[in-house]
């Protein structure tokens, strides 16, 4: 069994940035895919950017390339996404997600699940 926990959420103006932690704990031995997923009230939840267990490999929904960075440091069991120039559609909770494999970008791959951090940017 592996817990994550999510932190770094809170409320940013339009243009701002965030960076969001995600520690992993547990049986950590493992390798793990891991990715950030988020949801707004009435809709899906939404693969943001993953990263392979090796760091080596990244994905990005177009939505967020090129404003978001995912990266991980597996000697302190914790992933990062780091976010610039937010905008007010970025607005969801953002939840930290690992997997048994060594990448995956759909929520149904992925094995456990932290439980959300808010989001919020403003206009």
């Known amino acids: 069994q592996v817990q994550l926990v999510e932190s770094g959420g809170g409320l940013v103006q339009a243009g701002g940035s965030l960076r969001l932690s995600c520690a992993a704990s547990?049986?950590?031995?493992?390798?793990?895919?891991m990715g950030w997923f988020r949801q707004a009230p009435g809709q899906e939840r939404d693969i943001v950017a993953a990263?392979?267990?090796?760091?080596?490999?990244?994905y990005y929904t177009d939505s967020v390339k090129g404003r978001f960075t995912i990266s991980r440091d597996n000697a302190k069991n914790t992933m990062y996404l780091q976010m610039n120039s937010l905008k007010p559609e970025d607005t969801a909770v953002y939840y930290c997600?690992?997997?048994?494999?060594?990448?995956?970008?759909?929520?149904?791959?992925?094995?456990?699940w932290g439980q959300g951090t808010q989001v919020t940017v403003s206009s």
């Open positions: 997600a690992a997997a048994t494999s060594i990448i995956a970008t759909m929520s149904r791959q992925y094995n456990y």
């Open positions: 990263i392979s267990w090796d760091g080596g490999r990244t």
């Open positions: 547990g049986r950590t031995g493992r390798s793990y895919g």
